[in-house]
């Protein structure tokens, strides 16, 4: 690991500890030239999961991009940071358990919108507007009665 103070790339680990319930380790380290001491967090990369959109075209999974599209729907909910958090791990870890190698947006969008159901009405219907495409306010009316 190379010190972010001086470059130099020998350093010893002072401090391990689990984090993310085991799903990663944060290290304080020191290094041997100038004894800076810096943090560095160690984690699972997850399989190179791609995505096939509709027009065929195959990207990289991003669950920053997950997170940002379930944000927009969210917007102004009175959903808490905690429950959102959860409700992004639950879909992705969903995702990567049921799809090795690629996955369709569509499924993506199924996934989003079983646990927007479950958590929140407004940003389910939000978002079923966007991913379904609805035509009219009918078939909005339609998936709001739906839920009912």
Known sequence: MRCPKCSYQDDKVVDSRSVREGAGVRRRRECLKCQHRFTTHEGIIPGE???????NIREDFDKEKLRRGVENACYKR???????DQMIDDINNSIQEQHDKEVSSAEIGNHVMRALKKVDHVAYVRFASVYRKFKDVDEFIEEIR???
């Not at 009175?78 to 959102?84: C, L, N, V």
């Open 78 to 84: 009175p959903i808490h940071a905690e429950i959102f």
């Open 49 to 55: 999961l791609k995505i096939i959109k509709k027009d």
């Open 146 to 148: 739906a839920l009912k």
